[in-house]
């Protein structure tokens, strides 16, 4: 059965007070506290949030900037950068479980064999359970949530290494596909492997059976191997509801996704199976989807607040153009505007003189 009544919603909370890097030991599965520590990304006001006792955090809806995946792959995985994308778009997961450095004190554990995994699965969910009444414990002993430095890079790499390979096999590079994709054979049988700009593998070796490896090319092989890893990638990042009836999308299902990287490679997928083509912004560099249904295909600017600066921009340009002895009809076809807009521009600067 093919379903077509669905639409993707997604909001995630924005702290106002921003994020910070701190140097905390992570907590294992069965809750020992490690001896290294790592360089962690958490919430300015993450106890207030999880005990409920602040009400400043937003909640926004990231999906709303369609290029949002191109955006995190292109980030400087410098912790400046990364903290600069938090404070804009959120914390990637909802966390993983740390503790200061300088904690010793021991911490309760649950009395039954409850491993920490069960708290990050259950906690989307209402209800309270041994695991949530163990970390509430934590916390309120100074454990916080938080991702790792090395695991945000992590995502980055693998982001920038699929959209890669993607835009190679659109644009038929074969010398871009082979730098993410390696093709081989397995005695008689074709193999398929995935990897990132270092050469460390993303996902297992697809080998193919020996009648599809008679026939197959690089780019089929590749595009099997890309659907296979964001199947693999995209798996159970979702939850699927029904809209309340008074919602526009009434008699549509909600695909929910968990958290904002689980959102960030919902996006990429789809944009993968509906072949979706982006443009960057002409003043910002972002990139943003360009269809009928999002953007007309002529759009260059991704948001009003770009297209008012751009605007700025060329009116700026246009008295400039005019000090240095242009006349109007001159500077209008240098800036790319309307003649009479030209002339208004200039007639402005002039009665503000």
């Not at 938090?86 to 966390?95: H, I, K």
């Not at 041994?130 to 934590?138: L, M, P, Q």
């Not at 992590?154 to 993607?166: M, S, V």
């Not at 993968?272 to 600017?301: D, H, I, M, W």
């Amino acid at each position: 059965m093919l379903i077509t009544s669905a639409v993707v919603s997604f909001q995630w909370p924005l702290p106002p007070d921003g994020f910070q890097w701190r140097d905390l030991r992570p907590v294992s599965d069965s809750w020992s506290v490690e001896r290294k520590s790592d360089r962690v990304l958490v919430s300015n006001d993450f106890r207030m949030s999880f005990l409920g006792l602040n009400t400043k955090s937003i909640k926004y809806q990231p999906l709303d900037s369609s290029g949002l995946f191109r955006e995190l792959a292109a980030l400087d995985p410098s912790p400046e950068a990364i903290q600069q994308f938090a404070n804009r778009y959120g914390a990637l997961t909802g966390g993983r479980l740390f503790v200061p450095q300088d904690k010793e004190e021991r911490m309760l554990k649950p009395t039954s064999d409850v491993r920490l995994s069960r708290y990050y699965e259950e906690a989307l969910f209402a209800g309270m359970t041994e695991a949530k009444t163990t970390i509430k414990h934590w916390v309120m002993r100074g454990a916080v949530f938080g991702d790792s430095l090395g695991y945000w890079r992590e995502e980055i790499h693998k982001l920038r290494a699929l959209i890669g390979l993607w835009d190679s096999l659109r644009n038929s590079n074969r010398s871009g596909i082979e730098k993410f994709a390696q093709f081989g054979w397995n005695g008689k049988l074709r193999t398929i492997n995935v990897v990132d700009e270092d050469g460390k593998a993303l996902a297992r070796v697809r080998t193919f059976t020996q009648e599809a490896s008679a026939k197959l090319t690089l780019a089929a092989a590749a595009e099997h191997a890309l659907t296979d890893v964001l199947s693999d990638l995209t798996a159970n990042t979702s939850g699927i509801l029904l809209f309340p009836h008074e919602s526009r999308y009434r008699r549509k299902l909600a695909i929910v996704p968990k958290s904002l990287r689980d959102a960030i490679w919902l996006q990429f997928a789809l944009a993968v199976l509906e072949n979706k083509k982006y443009r960057s912004c002409e003043v910002c560099g972002k990139s943003f989807e360009v269809s009928p249904q999002v953007a007309r295909t002529t759009r260059t600017l991704c948001s009003s607040a770009c297209k008012q600066k751009a605007h700025r921009l060329r009116r700026d340009q246009c008295v400039k153009f005019a000090e240095q002895g242009l006349t109007a009809k001159q500077i209008a076809k240098r800036v790319g505007s309307q003649l009479s807009t030209v002339e208004n521009w200039l007639q402005e600067f002039k009665e503000k003189k």
